[in-house]
Every structure is written in C-alpha cells, then in structure tokens.
C-alpha cells in the first residue's frame, strides 16, 4: 500500500506566523490546507482554503479530514482553552492525524498561567505525535501591535524596564514550523527558539531611529498603565499575555539566548536591524 498522501493544516494561515509557513511550503511535496474563517474569499492556486473556526465544532471535521499533519496556532482573543483548543486536539486525534505542531510560548513549560501550558499538557495526553515550538518575542510585534505608536507618536510604548528580550523574527519561527512540519525526526520534541542577539528596548529605539531617520525614544509606563492603554484596543487576553511577557523582561529573565533556531535552520537568524531595515514602511 503507498503511504498516505502528506496533507497539511494550517491554522492562523492569516497572520504573522501562518501566513508565512505557507510561503515556506509551497513546492513541498504536500497539500496545503489553510484553515481560515472565511474560504469563499480566498483562492490560491497551489493551497487550498477550507473553512475553520474554532468557536464553531461543527467547521473541524471538513477541515480536518483526511489530513497527516496540524500547525497548531492559539488565536490571540481565545484564553477559554478547555472549550476551544481541547476539543481541536480532539478532533485531530479522531481525524487520523500523526502529528500536531503547536506553536507555543518560552518557558510555557513552566508557566501555568499562560493557556500554551495547559494546551501543551492537553497534547501530550492526546498521545498524538507533537513537536512544541516555543518562540521568545515576535519582533512582528513592533510592527502590529506597537506600529502606531512608533509611527505616530515616535515612541516604544512597553513596561518592559531595563530588562533585555531574546526577540526574533516570525519568519525565522515560521522557517522552522516548516521544517518541522516535512520532516521526520521532530516528534517528541520541544524547541526554545529566540533570535541571536538579546537587547533592551532602549537599545531597540536606538536601532529604529538610525533605520527611520528619527528619534524613536522607549518610555517605560507602568505595568497598570500599559494595562489600561490597550483595553478595548486590544483582546483582554491578548493584553495580559502580552503583560505577562514584559513582566518577565522587567524582571530580566526574557534575555536568555538559545542555538536552536540557527541549528534548524543553518544560518543565523535574522537580527533586529534587518527586521527593522526589511519593514521599515511601516513605520512612515
């Protein structure tokens, strides 16, 4: 009997990390599956969409069916994780699925008020084959949810103090989700993956302003009135995970620098100053 045809799904297919894992997997030699909201609106030639949402069981089977592989991605908005990423787990393991990625948090090994700990714990009792990715900070971020802020008012807006952060690139993040998703030999494992160089944010600010002809300036509120300025501009979940993050920085324990991302990939990891150089229209 041939092996069963490589299908994979691709959850997040929209955003920072998804979005690029599809770029990174066209010409393999596998079906992509992009599992998104609305697939009426979107076509591809090479990827095919397929409705999914995770408030809604009823989208999983269709989108699941007949598929080897899941790239497993918490939408931000979503902290009830018994209730909506469980029951996705669930239903990959009952789809015949053989491995699950998910893209998870450093150091959500050992941090049991993020939901990537309790989705991790809920994916190894599955007993489906996993690998956990556990990225440091996306420096997408600063071209998401902190763009405006930088490109109106010239300012890093963050409580992170004087603490340093491991940041690295989604689509380094997304170069390894790839990897690990066509090849064998990463079941069972879990990566810490940060970039190669760890900075203060006032060292980021430095970088910005040199890229964008400005003075960028870091100013450091408070963790409360960090809080306070996203609500309602920003998922409340989503705002306490990111709160969570900058705490650790404060504290100075986001600087720790793994090789992992350079061993997977055989290279070095894209720096600060290149991501900024790469996508410095944003911030004009």
Known sequence: MPDKKNVIVITGATGNIGAEVIKYLRGADAEIRAA???AASSKSDDVNYVSFDFEHPETYLAALDGATKL????????????QFINPVVDAAKAAGITHIVFLSLLGAEKNSIV???KIERH???SGVPYTFLRPSFFMQNL???????????NEIFVPAGNGKTSFIDARDIAAVAAKTLIETGHEGKSYPL???????????????SEVLGRKITYTHPSLLRFIFHYIGKQPFAFT?????IYTTARLGLA??????????????????????????????
Not at 194 to 208: K, M, P
Request: charged share 30%; hydrophobic share 40%.
């Open 115 to 117: 939901p990537h700990y």
């Open 255 to 284: 600087g720790a620098l793994t090789d992992d991302t350079e061993k997977l990939l055989g290279r070095t990891p894209i720096t600060m100053r290149q991501f900024a150089e790469d996508f410095k229209a944003m911030w004009l």
């Open 71 to 82: 790239f497993l991605v918490r939408p931000p908005a979503i902290s009830d994780v018994k």
């Open 123 to 125: 994916i190894e009792a």
């Open 240 to 244: 306490l995970v990111m709160s969570a």
């Open 36 to 38: 998104v909201r609305d």
């Open 143 to 153: 071209s998401t949810t902190h763009r405006d802020e930088i490109r109106s008012r």
């Open 194 to 208: 940060t970039g190669s160089e760890a900075l203060r944010y006032d060292e980021v600010a430095t970088i910005f």
